[in-house]
Protein backbone atom coordinates (compact mmCIF):
# COMPACT_ATOMS: atom_id res chain seq x y z
CA UNK A 1 0.00 0.00 0.00
CA UNK A 2 1.39 3.79 -0.80
CA UNK A 3 2.81 5.81 1.78
CA UNK A 4 -0.12 8.89 1.62
CA UNK A 5 0.47 11.84 -0.20
CA UNK A 6 2.37 14.51 1.95
CA UNK A 7 2.32 17.73 -0.62
CA UNK A 8 0.26 19.39 1.06
CA UNK A 9 1.23 18.44 4.31
CA UNK A 10 4.66 19.74 3.79
CA UNK A 11 3.56 23.08 2.48
CA UNK A 12 2.02 23.46 5.36
CA UNK A 13 4.84 22.50 7.52
CA UNK A 14 6.80 25.03 5.59
CA UNK A 15 4.28 27.76 6.77
CA UNK A 16 4.31 26.26 10.49
CA UNK A 17 8.02 26.23 10.58
CA UNK A 18 8.18 29.38 8.53
CA UNK A 19 12.15 28.00 9.06
CA UNK A 20 11.03 29.62 9.01
CA UNK A 21 12.90 32.14 7.00
CA UNK A 22 16.45 32.46 8.58
CA UNK A 23 18.69 35.41 9.05
CA UNK A 24 19.31 35.31 5.24
CA UNK A 25 16.02 36.49 4.52
CA UNK A 26 16.74 40.14 6.50
CA UNK A 27 18.79 40.46 3.18
CA UNK A 28 16.00 41.01 1.10
CA UNK A 29 15.28 44.24 1.87
CA UNK A 30 18.20 46.09 0.46
CA UNK A 31 17.28 49.87 2.70
CA UNK A 32 17.04 47.65 5.82
CA UNK A 33 19.36 46.83 8.53
CA UNK A 34 19.40 43.01 9.76
CA UNK A 35 20.09 43.01 13.62
CA UNK A 36 20.59 39.43 15.41
CA UNK A 37 21.78 37.96 18.75
CA UNK A 38 21.54 35.22 21.81
CA UNK A 39 19.13 35.31 24.16
CA UNK A 40 19.94 34.28 27.95
CA UNK A 41 18.33 30.93 27.60
CA UNK A 42 20.35 29.99 24.16
CA UNK A 43 17.32 31.78 22.56
CA UNK A 44 18.16 33.67 18.86
CA UNK A 45 16.70 36.60 18.11
CA UNK A 46 16.69 38.38 14.65
CA UNK A 47 14.77 41.72 13.60
CA UNK A 48 15.17 43.82 10.43
CA UNK A 49 14.61 47.91 10.83
CA UNK A 50 14.21 49.72 7.60
CA UNK A 51 15.64 53.29 6.75
CA UNK A 52 12.57 55.04 7.14
CA UNK A 53 11.13 53.35 9.88
CA UNK A 54 7.50 54.61 10.69
CA UNK A 55 8.19 53.76 14.55
CA UNK A 56 6.12 50.71 14.62
CA UNK A 57 7.55 47.59 15.59
CA UNK A 58 5.72 44.08 14.63
CA UNK A 59 6.82 41.52 17.14
CA UNK A 60 6.44 38.25 15.74
CA UNK A 61 5.78 35.10 16.73
CA UNK A 62 6.25 31.77 14.65
CA UNK A 63 4.82 28.25 14.38
CA UNK A 64 5.32 25.06 15.35
CA UNK A 65 8.83 23.42 13.84
CA UNK A 66 12.31 24.15 14.40
CA UNK A 67 13.53 26.69 16.58
CA UNK A 68 14.97 29.38 14.19
CA UNK A 69 14.49 32.61 14.69
CA UNK A 70 11.32 34.37 12.49
CA UNK A 71 10.26 37.97 12.41
CA UNK A 72 7.75 37.74 9.91
CA UNK A 73 4.69 35.40 8.71
CA UNK A 74 6.98 34.54 5.11
CA UNK A 75 9.02 36.11 2.62
CA UNK A 76 6.53 38.08 0.91
CA UNK A 77 4.96 39.76 3.39
CA UNK A 78 8.57 40.72 5.59
CA UNK A 79 9.17 42.86 2.34
CA UNK A 80 5.56 44.44 1.75
CA UNK A 81 6.29 45.30 5.92
CA UNK A 82 9.85 46.54 5.50
CA UNK A 83 8.86 48.11 2.17
CA UNK A 84 5.89 49.63 4.30
CA UNK A 85 8.44 51.15 6.80
CA UNK A 86 7.76 48.48 9.83
CA UNK A 87 10.33 47.17 11.73
CA UNK A 88 10.58 43.27 12.23
CA UNK A 89 11.69 41.07 15.20
CA UNK A 90 11.23 37.44 16.60
CA UNK A 91 12.96 34.93 18.46
CA UNK A 92 13.46 31.34 17.78
CA UNK A 93 12.48 30.16 21.40
CA UNK A 94 14.25 28.29 23.41
CA UNK A 95 16.22 25.60 21.42
CA UNK A 96 17.13 23.07 23.95
CA UNK A 97 13.94 21.94 24.18
CA UNK A 98 10.48 20.70 22.90
CA UNK A 99 9.48 22.10 19.40
CA UNK A 100 6.12 22.59 21.61
CA UNK A 101 7.90 25.50 22.60
CA UNK A 102 5.48 27.33 24.73
CA UNK A 103 7.63 26.77 27.85
CA UNK A 104 10.02 29.63 26.89
CA UNK A 105 8.20 31.29 23.67
CA UNK A 106 6.46 34.39 25.80
CA UNK A 107 9.39 35.03 27.54
CA UNK A 108 11.75 34.67 24.59
CA UNK A 109 9.32 37.13 22.42
CA UNK A 110 9.43 39.77 25.84
CA UNK A 111 13.41 39.34 26.19
CA UNK A 112 13.42 40.33 21.83
CA UNK A 113 11.57 43.17 22.46
CA UNK A 114 13.37 44.33 25.23
CA UNK A 115 16.63 43.97 22.75
CA UNK A 116 15.24 45.61 20.78
CA UNK A 117 14.62 48.31 22.66
CA UNK A 118 18.20 48.48 24.09
CA UNK A 119 20.15 47.43 20.65
CA UNK A 120 17.79 48.72 17.75
CA UNK A 121 15.85 51.97 18.83
CA UNK A 122 12.66 52.70 20.81
CA UNK A 123 9.43 51.76 19.30
CA UNK A 124 6.26 54.44 19.43
CA UNK A 125 4.43 51.58 19.14
CA UNK A 126 4.46 47.59 19.29
CA UNK A 127 2.01 44.92 17.41
CA UNK A 128 2.83 41.00 18.55
CA UNK A 129 1.85 39.53 15.62
CA UNK A 130 1.76 35.51 15.52
CA UNK A 131 0.94 32.22 13.31
CA UNK A 132 -0.33 28.56 14.24
CA UNK A 133 1.59 28.21 17.46
CA UNK A 134 2.66 31.06 17.21
CA UNK A 135 -0.90 32.51 17.64
CA UNK A 136 -1.20 30.96 20.33
CA UNK A 137 1.93 32.43 21.91
CA UNK A 138 0.28 35.90 20.38
CA UNK A 139 -3.04 35.55 22.11
CA UNK A 140 -0.34 34.80 25.56
CA UNK A 141 1.46 38.29 24.69
CA UNK A 142 -2.20 40.35 24.34
CA UNK A 143 -3.29 38.75 27.41
CA UNK A 144 0.06 39.52 29.61
CA UNK A 145 1.93 42.42 27.50
CA UNK A 146 -0.35 45.32 28.25
CA UNK A 147 2.58 48.12 29.18
CA UNK A 148 4.90 45.83 26.30
CA UNK A 149 2.74 46.03 23.11
CA UNK A 150 -0.03 48.30 22.10
CA UNK A 151 -1.96 45.91 20.12
CA UNK A 152 -1.90 42.24 18.54
CA UNK A 153 -3.03 40.68 15.25
CA UNK A 154 -3.38 36.80 15.12
CA UNK A 155 -3.10 34.47 12.24
CA UNK A 156 -4.75 31.09 12.16
CA UNK A 157 -4.10 30.85 15.77
CA UNK A 158 -4.21 27.75 17.97
CA UNK A 159 -6.05 30.04 20.40
CA UNK A 160 -8.05 27.37 22.44
CA UNK A 161 -4.72 25.46 23.77
CA UNK A 162 -2.82 22.83 24.12
CA UNK A 163 -4.91 20.47 26.18
CA UNK A 164 -8.09 20.83 23.87
CA UNK A 165 -6.11 19.97 21.11
CA UNK A 166 -4.43 16.84 22.40
CA UNK A 167 -8.27 15.85 23.61
CA UNK A 168 -10.18 16.36 20.49
CA UNK A 169 -7.16 14.84 18.51
CA UNK A 170 -6.87 11.71 20.92
CA UNK A 171 -10.52 11.45 20.34
CA UNK A 172 -10.05 11.27 16.54
CA UNK A 173 -6.99 8.79 16.73
CA UNK A 174 -9.12 6.58 19.16
CA UNK A 175 -12.08 6.59 16.98
CA UNK A 176 -9.44 5.40 13.92
CA UNK A 177 -7.76 2.91 15.59
CA UNK A 178 -11.38 1.25 17.35
CA UNK A 179 -12.57 0.62 13.84
CA UNK A 180 -9.68 0.22 11.91
CA UNK A 181 -6.59 -0.70 13.63
CA UNK A 182 -7.34 -2.01 16.97
CA UNK A 183 -3.57 -3.06 18.15
CA UNK A 184 -2.59 0.55 18.34
CA UNK A 185 -6.12 1.29 20.04
CA UNK A 186 -3.99 0.85 23.83
CA UNK A 187 -0.44 2.89 21.74
CA UNK A 188 -1.84 6.26 21.27
CA UNK A 189 -0.53 8.07 24.28
CA UNK A 190 3.07 8.16 26.23
CA UNK A 191 4.57 7.84 22.80
CA UNK A 192 8.08 6.80 22.90
CA UNK A 193 10.01 8.87 20.87
CA UNK A 194 9.41 10.78 16.73
CA UNK A 195 10.77 7.19 15.36
CA UNK A 196 7.26 5.47 17.05
CA UNK A 197 4.44 8.52 16.86
CA UNK A 198 5.81 8.64 12.85
CA UNK A 199 5.30 4.32 12.96
CA UNK A 200 1.86 5.06 14.45
CA UNK A 201 0.93 7.85 11.97
CA UNK A 202 1.45 5.92 9.10
CA UNK A 203 -0.25 2.48 10.46
CA UNK A 204 -3.21 4.81 11.00
CA UNK A 205 -3.26 6.28 7.70
CA UNK A 206 -2.85 3.10 5.93
CA UNK A 207 -6.06 1.95 7.70
CA UNK A 208 -7.52 4.90 6.82
CA UNK A 209 -6.79 4.40 3.31
CA UNK A 210 -8.10 0.97 2.99
CA UNK A 211 -11.50 1.97 5.06
CA UNK A 212 -12.35 4.39 2.33
CA UNK A 213 -13.05 1.89 -0.19
CA UNK A 214 -16.15 0.78 2.01
CA UNK A 215 -19.42 2.45 2.68
CA UNK A 216 -18.49 1.45 6.41
CA UNK A 217 -15.57 2.77 6.76
CA UNK A 218 -16.21 5.79 4.82
CA UNK A 219 -18.88 6.67 7.23
CA UNK A 220 -16.98 5.95 10.67
CA UNK A 221 -13.93 8.20 9.41
CA UNK A 222 -16.88 11.01 8.73
CA UNK A 223 -17.07 10.32 12.82
CA UNK A 224 -13.83 10.59 13.14
CA UNK A 225 -13.69 13.81 11.54
CA UNK A 226 -16.47 14.86 13.49
CA UNK A 227 -14.37 14.79 16.47
CA UNK A 228 -11.21 16.25 14.72
CA UNK A 229 -13.56 19.53 13.73
CA UNK A 230 -12.01 18.80 10.24
CA UNK A 231 -13.00 21.03 7.52
CA UNK A 232 -14.86 19.36 4.21
CA UNK A 233 -13.33 21.51 1.68
CA UNK A 234 -9.77 20.15 0.13
CA UNK A 235 -6.99 21.65 -1.73
CA UNK A 236 -8.44 22.18 -5.54
CA UNK A 237 -11.95 21.82 -5.11
CA UNK A 238 -14.98 23.35 -4.44
CA UNK A 239 -16.97 22.78 -1.24
CA UNK A 240 -19.47 20.30 -1.14
CA UNK A 241 -22.91 20.97 -1.10
CA UNK A 242 -24.81 21.69 2.54
CA UNK A 243 -26.67 18.26 1.96
CA UNK A 244 -23.78 16.50 0.06
CA UNK A 245 -22.73 14.41 2.71
CA UNK A 246 -20.73 11.96 0.79
CA UNK A 247 -19.11 14.59 -0.48
CA UNK A 248 -18.07 16.37 2.40
CA UNK A 249 -16.71 13.02 3.44
CA UNK A 250 -14.84 12.54 0.50
CA UNK A 251 -12.93 16.28 1.03
CA UNK A 252 -12.33 15.21 4.36
CA UNK A 253 -10.63 11.90 3.33
CA UNK A 254 -8.61 13.89 0.99
CA UNK A 255 -7.09 15.73 3.94
CA UNK A 256 -6.42 12.72 5.89
CA UNK A 257 -4.93 11.37 2.56
CA UNK A 258 -2.41 14.37 2.22
CA UNK A 259 -0.69 12.92 5.24
CA UNK A 260 -2.77 14.84 8.22
CA UNK A 261 -2.25 11.85 10.43
CA UNK A 262 1.44 12.12 9.88
CA UNK A 263 1.69 15.50 11.26
CA UNK A 264 -0.52 15.84 14.28
CA UNK A 265 0.82 12.28 15.80
CA UNK A 266 4.37 13.14 15.74
CA UNK A 267 3.51 16.88 17.13
CA UNK A 268 1.38 15.33 20.17
CA UNK A 269 4.70 13.47 21.24
CA UNK A 270 6.54 17.13 20.95
CA UNK A 271 3.66 17.93 23.69
CA UNK A 272 4.00 15.00 25.84
CA UNK A 273 7.87 15.87 25.73
CA UNK A 274 7.24 19.43 26.70
CA UNK A 275 4.67 18.94 29.44
CA UNK A 276 6.56 15.97 30.85
CA UNK A 277 3.80 12.84 30.22
CA UNK A 278 0.37 12.08 28.53
CA UNK A 279 -1.79 15.61 28.61
CA UNK A 280 -4.81 13.92 27.60
CA UNK A 281 -7.94 11.62 27.73
CA UNK A 282 -11.42 9.95 27.16
CA UNK A 283 -12.31 7.92 29.93
CA UNK A 284 -15.64 8.81 30.90
CA UNK A 285 -16.09 10.63 27.96
CA UNK A 286 -19.41 10.37 26.38
CA UNK A 287 -19.27 9.83 22.63
CA UNK A 288 -22.53 10.14 21.99
CA UNK A 289 -22.88 13.37 24.00
CA UNK A 290 -19.80 14.21 21.94
CA UNK A 291 -21.75 13.86 18.36
CA UNK A 292 -24.18 15.44 19.25
CA UNK A 293 -22.00 18.81 19.99
CA UNK A 294 -20.53 18.55 16.50
CA UNK A 295 -22.08 20.37 13.82
CA UNK A 296 -21.19 17.20 11.88
CA UNK A 297 -23.90 15.31 13.27
CA UNK A 298 -26.46 14.94 10.77
CA UNK A 299 -23.81 14.46 7.77
CA UNK A 300 -22.35 10.66 10.15
CA UNK A 301 -26.43 10.15 10.55
CA UNK A 302 -26.70 10.33 6.91
CA UNK A 303 -23.85 8.53 6.08
CA UNK A 304 -24.65 5.37 8.68
CA UNK A 305 -27.52 5.12 7.65
CA UNK A 306 -26.63 4.48 3.65
CA UNK A 307 -24.44 2.12 4.91
CA UNK A 308 -26.75 0.06 6.93
CA UNK A 309 -24.60 0.75 10.36
CA UNK A 310 -25.96 1.28 13.32
CA UNK A 311 -24.60 4.37 15.09
CA UNK A 312 -25.76 4.14 18.48
CA UNK A 313 -23.63 0.69 18.51
CA UNK A 314 -21.05 2.27 17.66
CA UNK A 315 -21.19 5.07 19.99
CA UNK A 316 -21.63 3.23 22.89
CA UNK A 317 -18.36 1.39 22.02
CA UNK A 318 -16.32 3.88 22.19
CA UNK A 319 -17.69 4.99 25.45
CA UNK A 320 -17.01 1.86 27.26
CA UNK A 321 -13.74 1.26 25.47
CA UNK A 322 -12.18 5.01 26.58
CA UNK A 323 -10.13 4.37 29.25
CA UNK A 324 -6.99 6.45 28.62
CA UNK A 325 -6.07 8.74 31.62
CA UNK A 326 -3.81 11.24 31.62
CA UNK A 327 -0.82 12.63 33.93
CA UNK A 328 -2.35 15.12 36.33
CA UNK A 329 1.06 16.82 36.45
CA UNK A 330 1.73 17.29 32.35
CA UNK A 331 -1.88 18.64 31.95
CA UNK A 332 -1.38 20.97 34.93
CA UNK A 333 1.70 21.97 33.37
CA UNK A 334 -0.22 22.07 30.07
CA UNK A 335 -2.75 24.63 31.36
CA UNK A 336 -0.54 26.69 32.80
CA UNK A 337 1.82 26.69 29.74
CA UNK A 338 -0.38 26.23 26.81
CA UNK A 339 -3.85 28.43 27.08
CA UNK A 340 -4.94 31.37 26.39
CA UNK A 341 -8.60 34.01 26.77
CA UNK A 342 -8.45 34.44 30.24
CA UNK A 343 -8.08 37.80 29.28
CA UNK A 344 -7.07 40.07 26.77
CA UNK A 345 -5.44 43.23 27.89
CA UNK A 346 -4.41 44.52 24.36
CA UNK A 347 -6.72 45.02 21.22
CA UNK A 348 -6.49 41.60 19.17
CA UNK A 349 -7.89 40.80 15.92
CA UNK A 350 -7.72 36.91 15.33
CA UNK A 351 -7.90 35.80 11.14
CA UNK A 352 -8.88 32.48 10.36
CA UNK A 353 -9.30 30.54 7.02
CA UNK A 354 -12.63 29.03 7.03
CA UNK A 355 -11.30 25.42 6.03
CA UNK A 356 -8.20 24.79 8.07
CA UNK A 357 -7.44 20.96 8.66
CA UNK A 358 -4.68 21.73 11.01
CA UNK A 359 -5.58 24.06 13.60
CA UNK A 360 -10.27 23.95 12.95
CA UNK A 361 -11.54 27.25 12.88
CA UNK A 362 -14.09 26.13 15.65
CA UNK A 363 -10.83 27.24 18.02
CA UNK A 364 -12.28 30.74 17.61
CA UNK A 365 -15.12 30.00 19.04
CA UNK A 366 -13.64 28.26 22.07
CA UNK A 367 -11.53 31.37 22.39
CA UNK A 368 -14.26 33.67 21.76
CA UNK A 369 -16.27 32.49 24.60
CA UNK A 370 -13.48 32.83 26.96
CA UNK A 371 -12.73 35.85 26.44
CA UNK A 372 -16.63 36.70 27.06
CA UNK A 373 -16.29 35.20 30.25
CA UNK A 374 -13.31 36.83 31.47
CA UNK A 375 -15.12 40.44 30.30
CA UNK A 376 -12.84 41.21 27.56
CA UNK A 377 -14.68 40.71 24.57
CA UNK A 378 -14.97 44.54 23.25
CA UNK A 379 -10.76 44.56 22.66
CA UNK A 380 -11.31 41.43 20.59
CA UNK A 381 -12.53 41.10 16.95
CA UNK A 382 -12.27 37.80 14.77
CA UNK A 383 -12.63 37.85 10.93
CA UNK A 384 -12.07 34.98 8.17
CA UNK A 385 -10.92 34.13 4.90
CA UNK A 386 -12.94 31.86 2.78
CA UNK A 387 -9.62 29.84 1.76
CA UNK A 388 -8.76 26.00 2.15
CA UNK A 389 -5.49 25.14 4.42
CA UNK A 390 -3.47 26.51 8.18
CA UNK A 391 -1.89 29.53 7.40
CA UNK A 392 -3.17 30.38 3.81
CA UNK A 393 -3.09 33.40 3.66
CA UNK A 394 -1.90 36.44 1.32
CA UNK A 395 0.43 39.28 1.93
CA UNK A 396 -2.64 41.63 1.34
CA UNK A 397 -4.91 40.20 4.10
CA UNK A 398 -2.38 40.17 6.66
CA UNK A 399 -1.50 44.01 5.73
CA UNK A 400 -5.55 44.57 5.56
CA UNK A 401 -5.65 43.18 9.14
CA UNK A 402 -3.07 44.84 10.60
CA UNK A 403 -4.04 48.54 9.45
CA UNK A 404 -7.21 47.16 10.99
CA UNK A 405 -5.37 46.97 14.53
CA UNK A 406 -3.51 50.40 13.99
CA UNK A 407 -6.92 51.44 13.01
CA UNK A 408 -7.84 50.16 16.47
CA UNK A 409 -5.21 51.98 18.24
CA UNK A 410 -5.53 55.00 16.42
CA UNK A 411 -9.11 55.99 16.93
CA UNK A 412 -9.29 53.85 20.20
CA UNK A 413 -12.54 52.15 18.63
CA UNK A 414 -13.07 49.69 16.20
CA UNK A 415 -15.49 51.18 14.46
CA UNK A 416 -15.71 49.10 11.01
CA UNK A 417 -12.39 48.44 10.44
CA UNK A 418 -12.55 44.73 11.23
CA UNK A 419 -15.31 44.23 9.40
CA UNK A 420 -15.69 42.00 5.88
CA UNK A 421 -16.35 44.76 3.89
CA UNK A 422 -13.27 46.82 5.26
CA UNK A 423 -10.94 44.38 5.34
CA UNK A 424 -11.67 43.13 2.03
CA UNK A 425 -11.54 46.80 0.72
CA UNK A 426 -8.51 47.49 2.38
CA UNK A 427 -6.45 44.58 1.46
CA UNK A 428 -7.59 44.86 -2.48
CA UNK A 429 -6.83 48.47 -2.61
CA UNK A 430 -3.16 47.43 -1.33
CA UNK A 431 -2.33 45.65 -4.63
CA UNK A 432 -0.62 42.52 -2.56
CA UNK A 433 -2.37 39.94 -3.72
CA UNK A 434 -6.32 38.62 -3.76
CA UNK A 435 -7.99 38.58 -0.72
CA UNK A 436 -11.57 36.24 0.71
CA UNK A 437 -12.27 38.08 3.51
CA UNK A 438 -15.83 36.63 3.96
CA UNK A 439 -18.85 36.80 6.89
CA UNK A 440 -18.48 33.56 8.77
CA UNK A 441 -19.18 32.53 11.93
CA UNK A 442 -17.41 28.95 13.16
CA UNK A 443 -19.52 26.25 14.70
CA UNK A 444 -18.75 25.36 18.53
CA UNK A 445 -15.75 23.39 18.93
CA UNK A 446 -16.11 19.45 19.47
CA UNK A 447 -14.01 17.89 21.99
CA UNK A 448 -13.31 19.94 24.87
CA UNK A 449 -13.72 18.72 28.15
Known amino acids: MSRPRLS ?40 DRPARWNGTLLLFSHGFGPAVAADAPSADAQQALLDAGYALAGSSYDPHGSMWALDSAERDQFATLATFRRQVGTPARVVSVGQSMGGLINAQIARDGAGRVNGSLGLCGLVAGGVDLDNYQLDTEYTLATFFDPADAGELVDLAGPAEATALADRLSAAVQT ?39 RQQYDWLAQGLLGFIVPARWSVEQSAGGNTSWNKGVDYAGLLRESARAEQVAALYRDAGLDLRTDLERLTRGADITADPAAVAHLERTSTAGQGVAVPLLDIHTTADQLVPVEQESAFAERVRRAGDSARLRQAYVARQGHCNFTTAEVVAGLHAVEHRLDSGRWDDAATTDQLQRDATESNLGDAAFTDYRPSRMTGTR
Not at 229 to 249: H, I, S, T, Y
Open 211 to 249: AQQTPAGRARIALAAAYLNLADWAPGQQPPARDDFAGQE
Open 8 to 47: ALAACVAVLATALLSTATGAQAATAEHYSGTLSDGATWIA
